[in-house]
Structures are given as structure tokens and as C-alpha cells.
């Protein structure tokens, strides 16, 4: 401290030093001392020493709080949160210890499963590890945490205390629960302590609601359970759920018993748990690895659970459990859960059975003949399950069952799964009716004795009859080996008609009666219910009579079983045995077949003596290849009598460059159309209908095809379609369908159209009648038409409905007349109308956008605030906006001859028909528009219509389709010379593209020497190849794929393309030079200029860079400018064509040259032009780029104005001529009035004068 100025220390009485800052922590020691020096130029003159001052003592946190997500006693999965605010600086390892009140909370650790420490996002910056011990929880720190930060710390899963007595209330008192900051050197930063907390008596436990439902209440029958569980409070990660099955249910659950799912009423995630069944105790016992959130259910499913036998099941039970303390449970008193078992008719007796053949892995046929002692009503199905040593299934992977009954006359449509067959009954069966069942395909276990059927009848869920019968399935051992040695077709091509000949060698006898079984593999589909077998003619083994063997098919597993043979074979030399099956149809796909197999059957033992074994023999399978491109019918479903099919899809496997003729033909049917005709520029995918004739037949029908292909064939036979023909539908299997069930119209407005369809049309007319109900109001609602009538062949129509005056709102009926009223089932016959208010507003267009965008298409979606109308007109930019009547009415712009010269799509559309969208949405209309031009700017105009006929304005949309594809360009390598049309015709015939779209740059012919002798010249030139210059161009009105694609098309399909042009060389890669033709964009070389110009006439040099074309207009000073592609099509700005005379184009083709400078120009001339008047002259370029070239955009326009010469008279000199020029001005107005004078003669002449002498002279000339 020194003295200023000329002051002295002498008269100071104290010194104060102010802002120090004590130490971080508190001191070891509890005193200080401080020393004063006194300095006098640097000599001490004295010191004074002051001993014994306190040290400050250990901080307070500026903030400190406790909070608890519970406050009551033995809560658990608890939440404590600590928040302190530091008043000093925490360096990096600093020790925070929370200190609660022992043994009270003691336990905190051993809470199950152990709690756990989080920290606020801010905290975890500077806090790291976190140790919980008996009431004590401890933080250190692994960063230097400022002053004043905030530390937020939750120790989550904390079983609150019980404290002296869990039933009572206790309070923590203030001070009870303390916190310490310790520095690293071991001295305390910050030290205090948190407010107190009350602790609330325990609550009482949740409620656990439990619901059991079982698929059948019918004692020690297999059923599957579903409990639905819902909580009270919230069940932690970690819980458990304890579930108590009742006393009766020990005896069916095993040991090992699980559930099947665990669902949940929170979540469509699949939850994670584990389960422990305790069978002592009947508990099952599932740890969750997920929190159930309260007043939230879970749905355990059990499936395949026998009933207990037992009149009921008694009550079901259980609770959740979280460190050890249980939070909800069922109420002990309720018996909700306590289920009757129904005891049920033991009907069902099986009278006899038998199986053959017998043989283990052996397909065969099952039957049952049993009687019930109870009716079985039709809508009941009949389950029999065998034992568990059969195939889930019952039958091979590649078969399928059959099953019928000869007694009823009935065909089953049969499934099964784990070993349980399901049979639908679709008609009575009467009590004491003896009855067959018969099934065929199954697999036999292995060899030994499998024992035990049960069969179930059911309805619904409802258990009618039930019977377990001890039958034993004994099976025998595998039969003998037999060689096949013959294995032949008249035919590899796919889907063909052939005959299959088959030989083996008989290893041993065979006695009369003996079948012969041939299994085709799972490639081949029967679709017939018989075949033509006869006797190969190397058959030395078997005798059969002159009619030949008899053959039954079984299409489920593609056998026939050949009998017949007169004599039996005892062996000896002449043991091969020939079969022939005529007219097979071979399989649809491509490669190896599986095995085909042959078998001897003794029918009297049941037994296969004798088989092939697939691999183990050869030949015992055949390689399919294609021969010629498929034609694919779709499946024919059903028919019905009196209906027609919907549209069938017959589709070619690749688009051809020719014309191809299909025609059907089935006795019984008519065909629509007669012929389907694939054209060469049409889709490869067309389509027909069946229709019954009077004279079809019930039952399985067969349509044959014969094909003309208007060059050679590529196609393959097509093979037969079958289909069934039914007298009547199935129960709501044909259905009239209505499109929407509330319609909403304004009084004496007209709706919006409604849709009524048929999900199968009929075959001779159909009526729909409309009517009003509920009231009935005949005079003031009327239907457009009043009769809804489908055409033969028609599955959609519309109608429309107007209110009258004096309507209200009600229902609108459907009814179908006649016929097909038994036939066509209505789901909902009616429709709920509703008429607003005179509406005089006007709709609210609320938004408008794209949806799609494409190079050819566009779909637009219109939002309004009411059902509405949306008429619209789409056309090329340019055109003037319409007003909304010309919008609405496209009549309008031709009377008042306000339609453009370009193409103007016109239509209406309403918001709740739309193409688009497959919901309804009642606000929003979508319009579709494809067939544009690609890269091309139009505009779309709209006008809003409400349902009363109140429109809004016009509204404009501006639009640019995407960019175009461009031409492809790629070389073909030949081995010689081929014709043009045949490479193309190929191409074609992979592309699916026409002639049209194949452009040929080159196709030079093959290099020769003809006085060429010597062998080593020739081969050489025989080993030359030629390279044929090709582009593919684009499509620019269709949605198509690139041009370059095709050619990675013709790429893939080098192998079908040399099939076509043996010269065509298979190893060259066509995309190794392939690339997309893109020009460069055109350029004037310098601005076109005046060449020639008179009062009429104008003549400009103009020229162009490259090749391409230039065009030209002339317009009057001031009109307004076209666009570049308005100039190219000769139209003014608004889309109008211009006059000839003043517009002109003009092609430029450059020859190819060296000299870049050299510079070909054209004159362009306008005529019939005005004198003394000015014009402006446009021009613009664009490229020679095919199909669509690239045009400049506007920045790029050339302009010149110019001023045509004023025409010039000589007057005549003689006095007397003058006279003879001064007429009155009345006679020279009289004379304009009656005599036309054109417009441009009028522009012509400027001044009076000069109009006077123009008409004079013409007067002139003609008196003379």
C-alpha cells in the first residue's frame, strides 16, 4: 500500500482488504494468523502480527432438494430424485455422499432387482460412477463442475421403507437426510441437508381382473385358452405374473407345460419373457422383460389344453409381483373364472376300417365306415386325429388329400394339420345312417403299430359328439427293389401334350389281380379325371385282354393304377412290363423333373411287393426344355349358370413384332371376344370372358386352344384350361355391391354419381330397381336411371338421383328383378341420403397438387370444403385463362370461338369418383391425365362446383412433364450378312418394341476377296465379322422404359436372339459401345440479319451451328412473344395459329468438314407484309436430335425489328386531272360506307390524303 501524493501512512487507523476469496473447502486447522510489514525505501521498519482469527467454516449447497415419485411405505420401483446446487467449484474427483437416516433405510440396496443411478443430461456431464450402500449413496466426479451447476440424481427401482410400522404414517424429519461434498485432498467443499418428506401408511394391493375363455367347454377335449389379464398399477421391468391354475387342471398340464403367445392391449411389439411352470403348486410364473403400464391388458394364449374331467374347473388366480412385494392381485371371492365342462354325446362308432397298401412311407388309402347315433347337421365339420407317429400333414409335401364319401355322395374339400384331418359336412348326416369315409393320400407311419383315432364333431366351437377309438394302423416293411429301365416321352417341351412310356423288370411273381402303380413327380398337374393307358410294346411280363388295361387316376398324388392282366408272372426271362400313357400334359417350368416311380400292388395282402426308388434307379427322371416362348392363360374360376366370368388375362412371355390369334373353344360356352387378338403395337396381356350357353354342362369343363401366328411359330402349344361350372353360387360367394352408404346432396341439386357393381357379371340382363323409403317420396326424388340395367357382360354402373321440392332426407332401396334376385347376394340394399339446405356459397378450394408426376402422365388431387364437381381443361401453356362457364362447358369455346389451336383435354370430374385412390375420400377429387408429351409445358385449368351449383373462379395450375428419354444407339456383331428386317423382326421379338421404333445407321456389308483361292485367306476372311450400326428410339407419349434398357434387354437375351440369326455373334457384349444419344444444345453463329426489305417484303440471312432446324415469325411491333415451342408449331402467344405468311422454317444440315469455321447460312423471306409499318422478327433453333429434339429455351430467342418502306404514288401534273380529285367529302364518305375497304389498306396510308388517291385510282380502274 503506498501513499499518493504527498499523503503519509502515519495517520491510518485501519486497512481493510476487501473481495478475497476464502479457500475451496474447509481448512484442516480452525485458526489464522495475519501479519502486517511496514516497508520505508525498502527497509522493514516494522510488523505487526494479529493471531487466533477463526477460519471460515465448511459451505452450505446453495440448493437442495429431495422428492420421492411415491410416498408410500413399501412402494416399490420408487424413484428418488436429488438436486444440489453448488456454491464452490467441484474439481475433477470430488466425492458426493447422500447420507440417509439408519436402519431405516438400510435396505435400499437390496431392493430386487438392485436400484439403479441416473443423472440429468447437464449432470452426466461431470458425474460418473455411483455406489448405493445401506443408506448411503455415493457420486464422484469425473470433471471440474462450476459453481452454481446444477446436479439432478435419480436412483430409480428404490423400495421405500417400512419403516417401524408399515401401516402408520411417518415423517422424515428436515435434517434427517444429509449431503457432503468432499474435495479430493479429503476436506468438505459443501455440506447440509434436505427438507423432510412424510411417508404415507402402505397401500392396498391392485386388482388384478382375470378373464378365461376356452374354444370348448367340453370335458377332456383338446381346447385352446386365452386369458385376458388387466392391471391396476404399473408393473415394473422385472415383475413377474404369478397365474394359479385350479386344483383340476394338475392332471392335464405337463410338467414341462409353456404358453403359446403373450400379446398385449400396449404395444404390437413382440414381448420378451421367460416362464417357469411349478407343477407341485400348479403355478406358472412369467419374468417380464418389459414394464406393463396400468390399467393395460395381456392375453396369454395356451393352446392344445385337454379339459379336466370334471364338472367345473375351479377358480383361476394370480397376482404380479415386484421386489417381493406383490402389486396387484385377483379378488380371492370371485368365481367368474371357474369354468362348467358340458359332457358330450359319444355318437360317432366306426363299424370297420382298412388301409393299402400297407407298407411304412407308402402313399394310401383310408377307410372308415361308422355310424352316428345323433344327427349331424349340415354347417358341422368332423375331426379325426391320428396318432402322433403320422405326418403333421398326413400326407407327402409334394401331394394332397382326397376325400370323399361314396355312402353320401359327397366330395370333401379336406385340410389337416398336426395330425388332425378336418372334414366340412355341407349336408345332414341322420342319426343311425350308416356312412363311408374315404380318404386317399395319406403317408403311412413307419413300420410297427400305431394306436388311437379320435373323432370330433363340431359346431362352431360347440363339441357335438366326440369318440376315442383304439384302432391299430399296423404297418408293414418297405417293399422289394424293381429296376426301371425304360423311361420315355414323345415330347420335352414345356406344357405339351406327350405319351410317357414306362419299363421295368419284375424281380419275382405276381399274381392275377396285381395293380401296377406309376407316380408321376410334383411337377406334373392332372387336370382330368381320366387317361388313356394301353400296353407298350415291350411288355413280355403281362397278358391283357383286347380292349386293353383297365386305368384309374388319382390326380391328388398324380397315380394311375394299371389292372387287368390275365395271367400271372412267375418269373423267368420275360420280365419286363411296358405301360404307355397317352396325353399328358408336361410341366410348366424348365430343368430335371423328380423321379417317376412304378409299383406292384397285391391287393388281396395290401402290400406293395415291388417299387423303383427314384435316383436309385436310371433313367428316373427327364429334363424339360423350352421350345418356343409361353402363352399364359390365367386360372378360370368357377362359373355359376346363368353368369359370365370376369375378365381373364391371357398374356404372351414377350411382346412379338407380328400378330398372333387365339381362339377358345368348349362345347357348352361362348367366348368374348370369339378370337383374342395380341397386335403387334398392343400390349402383350389381353383378355376374355366365358359365358354359359343353355346346353353347358354341370361340372369340370376343359377349353382347347389353336393358335395362328402370322410368321413362323415362336410360341409354344397353349395348353388346356379347365374350370367347374355350378348350377348355384355358394352362399354369399356372388355379391351386388353398393359404392358408398351415405350420399349427401343439396335440395334440387343433382348427386353425385353412385356406383353399384357386381363382383361377377351375368350373362343375360340384369335390373337393379331404385325407390325411396322411410318416407317413400316417389315424386320428389327421382332416379337417372329409375332402373339400373347391367348388359350381359357388365360389372359397373352408375346413377344419379335429384331432389325436388318438398324432399327430405330418407333411403334410397336396391332391389335386383327376377332370376337373379336367388343368385346375387346384397350386403347392404341400401343407402342413406341426405338433403342439405339451399346452399348459395360457393365451395372452399382448400388445396390442389401433384400426387404423381411422370415424362407422360400426371395425377392431381383437389381438396374442397364440400362435396363438389371439378370440370377441367388441360392444354398447352400459353392459353388464355377461360372463364369458369367455357371451363364447365366445352361447347361454349367452340360457339364463341374461343378454343386454341392446340389440344384441349376436357372433362368433369366428382370427389367421390376417383381412379386413384382405393379409399374413399369424400372432399378430395383426383384427375388422371396420361398420353402427354414429354418435356413439355401445359397449364390446367379447374372450376369448383358445389352439389346446388355454385361455382367458384377459374384456377390456373402450371405444370412441366419430366424429362425425355434419349435415343440409344449400339452395334450388333454378325459372322456375315443378314436382311435389315429379319435383325429387326428379332429384336422385336425380345423388345416387344416395333419396326418403327429401330433406326439402322449402318450395315456394312462383310469384307471379300473374290479372286480370294488360297485356304489360309479364306478362313481368314470366313473368322470376319461385320458390325451393324443400330439405335433404339423413344417413346415420347407413353410411360416406356429407356432406350438404353432395352439394349441391356437384347444383352440378356443374346441366346434367344441367335435362335433367331444364327449370324449373330453370342459372345459380344452389345453394351460395350452402347450409349445414349445426346446432341449439343443448338447456338446461332451470328445474330440473322437483314438481306433484302421493301414495303412487302423482308428477307434475313440467318445460320445455325449445327444440324437441326430454324424457325421464324413476324408479328406487328408490340404483340406479345410466343415461347420457343409455340414458334416451332407456328402459333402465337395464346396457342392461336399464326398466318402462313409469317411463319417459316428452315433445315440445316452441315456437312461434315475440317474446317470448324466453315459457315452455311439460309435466307428466310416473309411476304405480304404492310407498308410504313413496323414488325418484330423472332427466331429460334433446335437440333436434330430424334423422335424429340431439343429445342432453345427462351434466353435464347433472336429478335430484329424492322420498318417495311412507305409506298410510294405520282400524282398526276394536268391542272384538269387535279380537278377531277376534288370531290366533295360527303361523296368520298358515302363512297367509304358502301364500298368495303379492307383492314390493311386502312393501316397502309397514314394521312387522308394518301387514302383519298388509293380509292380514286381504284375508282379509276374500274371504269376502265
Known amino acids: ?418 395330425q388332425k384331418l378336418t372334414l366340412p359336412i355341407t349336408s345332414k348326416i341322420p342319426a343311425g345312417t350308416t356312412f363311408d369315409i374315404q380318404i386317399k393320400g395319406i403317408v403311412n407311419p413307419n413300420v410297427g403299430n400305431s394306436t388311437g383315432l379320435n373323432i370330433v364333431t363340431r359346431q362352431g366351437t360347440s363339441i357335438l359328439q366326440f369318440t376315442s377309438v383304439g384302432l391299430n394302423f399296423a404297418t408293414s416293411p418297405a417293399p422289394g427293389v424293381m429296376n426301371l429301365t425304360t423311361l420315355d416321352t414323345t415330347s420335352k417341351a414345356l406344357q405339351e401334350k406327350a405319351d410317357y412310356t414306362l419299363c421295368a423288370d419284375l424281380p419275382g411273381p405276381v399274381e392275377v389281380g396285381a395293380n401296377i402303380l406309376i407316380d408321376f413327380p410334383a411337377q406334373f398337374t392332372f387336370k382330368l379325371s381320366s387317361y388313356n393307358c394301353s400296353v407298350g410294346k415291350n411288355n413280355l411280363a403281362f397278358v391283357y385282354p383286347p380292349s386293353g388295361p383297365k386305368c384309374e387316376v388319382l390326380p391328388n398324388i398324380r397315380r394311375f393304377n394299371i389292372s387287368g392282366h390275365l395271367y400271372a408272372f412267375n418269373g423267368g426271362p420275360n420280365k419286363k412290363m411296358c405301360f404307355v400313357i397317352s396325353q399328358i400334359e408336361n410341366p410348366a417350368d424348365a430343368g430335371p423333373s423328380g423321379a417317376f416311380t412304378m409299383a406292384v400292388l397285391d391287393p388281396k395282402a395290401n402290400t406293395v411287393l415291388y417299387r423303383t426308388y427314384g435316383v436309385l434307379n436310371y433313367p428316373s427322371n427327364i429334363i424339360y426344355q423350352r421350345q418356343g416362348l409361353r402363352i399364359i392363360v390365367d386360372d378360370i374360376p368357377t362359373l355359376i349358370v346363368n353368369t359370365m366370368s370376369n375378365d381373364i388375362k391371357v398374356t404372351l412371355e414377350r411382346a412379338v413384332p407380328y400378330n398372333i390369334y387365339l381362339t377358345p373353344s368348349a362345347p357348352g360356352f361362348d367366348f368374348i371376344p370369339s378370337t383374342i387378338v395380341f397386335l403387334s403395337y398392343l400390349p402383350p396381356t389381353q383378355t376374355f370372358k366365358v359365358k354359359p350357353l343353355p346346353t353347358a354342362v354341370v361340372g369340370s369343363n376343359r377349353i382347347t386352344w389353336s393358335k395362328s401366328e402370322e410368321e413362323s411359330p415362336r410360341f409354344s402349344a397353349v395348353p388346356d384350361s379347365f374350370f367347374t361350372l355350378q348350377d348355384r353360387p355358394l352362399f354369399k360367394e356372388m355379391k351386388l355391391l353398393v359404392g358408398t352408404t351415405i350420399s349427401r346432396t343439396a335440395l334440387r341439386a343433382m348427386s353425385l354419381p353412385i356406383t353399384i357393381s357386381l363382383t361377377n357379371p351375368a350373362s343375360t340382363p340384369l335390373a337393379v330397381n331404385l325407390y325411396t323409403d322411410k318416407p317413400a317420396q316417389p315424386n320428389v326424388v327421382q332416379f337417372f336411371p329409375q332402373t339400373v340395367t347391367f348388359k350381359p357382360g357388365e360389372t359397373s354402373k352408375n346413377f344419379t338421383y335429384q331432389t325436388l321440392t318438398g324432399a327430405v332426407s330418407g333411403l334410397i332401396m336396391l332391389s335386383v328383378d327376377g332370376y337373379y334376385k336367388t343368385i346375387y347376394y346384397v350386403p347392404n340394399n341400401n343407402i342413406t341420403f341426405e338433403i342439405l339446405d339451399i346452399d348459395t356459397t360457393p365451395p372452399q378450394l382448400l388445396n390442389y397438387y401433384i400426387v404423381d408426376l411422370g415424362r407422360t402422365y400426371i395425377y392431381f388431387r383437389v381438396s374442397a370444403s364440400e362435396s363438389s364437381w371439378v370440370s377441367y381443361l388441360l392444354t398447352l401453356r400459353g392459353t388464355l385463362t377461360p372463364p369458369p362457364e367455357e371451363v364447365r362447358n366445352a361447347t361454349l369455346r367452340v360457339v364463341r370461338r374461343t378454343k386454341t389451336d392446340v389440344v384441349e383435354i376436357q372433362g368433369r370430374n366428382g370427389s367421390n369418383q376417383t381412379q386413384v385412390t382405393k379409399t374413399f375420400i369424400y372432399y378430395d377429387t383426383f384427375l388422371s391425365f396420361t398420353g402427354l408429351e414429354e418435356q413439355t409445358d401445359y397449364i390446367l385449368f379447374f372450376v369448383l362446383e358445389d352439389l346446388s351449383g355454385n361455382y367458384i373462379g377459374t384456377t390456373t395450375f402450371n405444370f412441366t412433364t419430366l424429362a425425355k428419354y434419349y435415343p440409344a444407339r449400339f452395334n450388333i456383331m454378325l459372322k456375315d450378312n443378314v436382311k435389315t428386317a429379319d435383325l429387326i423382326r428379332a429384336l422385336g421379338l425380345i423388345t416387344g418394341l416395333t419396326a418403327n421404333r429401330f433406326v439402322i445407321n449402318s450395315a456394312p456389308p462383310k469384307f471379300t476377296i473374290p479372286e480370294a483361292t488360297e485356304p489360309e485367306v479364306l478362313n481368314y476372311l470366313a473368322n470376319e465379322t461385320v458390325l451393324y450400326d443400330l439405335t433404339i428410339l423413344p417413346n415420347k407419349t407413353a410411360d416406356d422404359k429407356r432406350p438404353i434398357e432395352y439394349v441391356n434387354l437384347v444383352r440378356k437375351s443374346m441366346t434367344l436372339l441367335v435362335n433367331e440369326v444364327p449370324q449373330v455373334v453370342s459372345t459380344y457384349n452389345v453394351l460395350s459401345a452402347a450409349y445414349e444419344i445426346t446432341a449439343f444444345n443448338q447456338i446461332f453463329n451470328y445474330p440473322p440479319y437483314v438481306i433484302a426489305l421493301n414495303e412487302y417484303t423482308v428477307s434475313f440471312n440467318v445460320s445455325l451451328k449445327r444440324n437441326g432446324t430454324l424457325y421464324g415469325i413476324i408479328m406487328l411491333r408490340g404483340s406479345p412473344r410466343p415461347n420457343p415451342r409455340q414458334m416451332k408449331l407456328g402459333l402465337n402467344s395464346t396457342n392461336y395459329l399464326l398466318n402462313k405468311d409469317t411463319y417459316a422454317s428452315v433445315k440445316f444440315e452441315i456437312p461434315f468438314t475440317n474446317d470448324e469455321s466453315s459457315v452455311i447460312y439460309q435466307v428466310i423471306t416473309f411476304s405480304s407484309l404492310m407498308d410504313n409499318t413496323y414488325y418484330d422478327v423472332y427466331f429460334v433453333g433446335e437440333n436434330d436430335l430424334p423422335v424429340n429434339p431439343d429445342i432453345m429455351d427462351e434466353s435464347q430467342i433472336q429478335k430484329v425489328t424492322i420498318h417495311t418502306q412507305r409506298e410510294v404514288f405520282v400524282i398526276a401534273k394536268s391542272y384538269k386531272y387535279l380537278q377531277k380529285l376534288v370531290i366533295s367529302v360527303s361523296t368520298i364518305l358515302i363512297f367509304i360506307a358502301i364500298i368495303p375497304v379492307s383492314y390493311t389498306h386502312l393501316r397502309a396510308h397514314e394521312t387522308p390524303e394518301h387514302l383519298v388517291c388509293r380509292l380514286l385510282l381504284e375508282k379509276k380502274k374500274k371504269k376502265n
Open 1 to 418: 500500500i503506498e501513499p499518493i501524493g504527498t499523503s503519509t501512512l502515519s495517520n491510518i487507523t485501519g486497512i481493510i482488504l476487501s473481495r478475497y476469496r476464502n479457500a475451496g473447502y474447509a481448512q484442516p486447522t480452525q485458526t489464522y494468523s495475519v501479519k502486517i510489514v511496514q516497508l520505508r525505501n525498502r527497509n522493514r521498519r516494522w510488523d505487526l502480527t494479529w493471531t487466533g482469527m477463526s477460519l471460515p467454516d465448511k459451505a452450505d449447497f446453495i440448493s437442495k432438494v429431495f422428492s420421492a415419485s411415491s410416498y408410500f411405505k413399501l412402494d416399490v420401483f420408487v424413484t428418488y430424485t436429488f438436486t444440489i446446487v453448488g456454491s464452490y467449484v467441484f474439481p475433477n474427483g470430488t466425492n458426493i455422499t447422500i447420507s440417509l437416516p439408519s436402519p431405516t433405510f438400510d435396505k435400499i440396496p437390496n431392493s430386487s432387482p438392485q436400484p439403479t443411478c441416473n443423472f440429468s443430461k447437464a449432470a452426466s456431464a461431470y458425474l460418473s460412477s455411483c455406489t448405493i450402500a445401506p443408506s448411503k449413496i455415493t457420486f464422484l466426479t469425473n470433471a471440474l463442475v462450476p459453481e452454481k451447476a446444477v446436479l439432478d440424481i435419480y436412483i430409480n427401482g428404490v423400495k421405500n421403507p417400512a419403516f417401524t410400522n408399515p401401516n402408520t404414517t411417518d415423517t422424515l424429519v428436515a435434517n434427517a437426510i444429509s449431503v457432503t461434498a468432499t474435495h479430493p485432498n479429503g476436506n468438505v467443499v459443501n455440506q447440509g441437508t434436505f427438507g423432510g418428506a412424510t411417508f404415507n401408511a402402505k397401500r392396498a394391493k391392485g386388482s388384478l381382473y382375470l378373464i378365461v375363455n376356452a374354444t370348448s367347454y367340453y370335458k377332456t377335449v383338446s381346447a385352446d385358452y386365452t386369458l385376458a389379464i388387466q392391471n391396476t398399477y404399473n408393473l415394473p421391468l422385472g415383475g413377474t405374473i404369478v397365474l394359479i391354475f385350479p386344483s383340476t387342471f394338475g392332471a392335464v398340464l405337463p410338467t414341462d407345460f409353456t404358453i403359446t403367445d403373450l400379446t398385449s392391449s400396449f404395444t404390437s411389439s413382440k414381448l420378451v419373457y421367460t416362464q417357469v411352470y411349478q407343477a407341485n403348486s400348479y403355478t406358472l410364473k412369467i419374468q417380464t422383460n418389459f414394464v406393463w403400464p396400468p390399467k393395460t391388458s395381456l392375453y396369454i394364449t395356451m393352446n392344445g389344453i385337454n379339459n379336466p374331467n370334471a364338472e367345473q374347473s375351479g377358480v383361476f388366480s394370480g397376482n404380479t409381483v415386484y421386489d417381493e412385494e406383490i402389486i396387484d392381485q385377483t379378488d380371492p371371492n370371485d368365481a367368474s373364472t371357474n369354468i362348467a365342462y358340458n359332457s358330450y354325446a359319444s355318437g360317432i362308432s366306426i363299424l370297420s376300417n382298412s388301409f393299402s397298401p400297407l407298407n411304412e412311407g407308402e402313399l394310401a388309402s383310408y377307410s372308415f365306415k361308422m355310424t352316428s347315433a345323433s344327427d349331424v347337421p349340415a354347417g358341422a365339420s368332423m375331426e379325426l386325429s391320428f396318432p402322433k407317429t403320422f405326418s403333421p400333414s398326413l400326407t407327402s409335401l409334394d401331394s394332397t388329400l382326397l376325400c370323399f364319401s361314396q355312402t353320401l355322395g359327397i366330395t370333401f374339400t379336406c385340410s389337416a394339420s398336426s
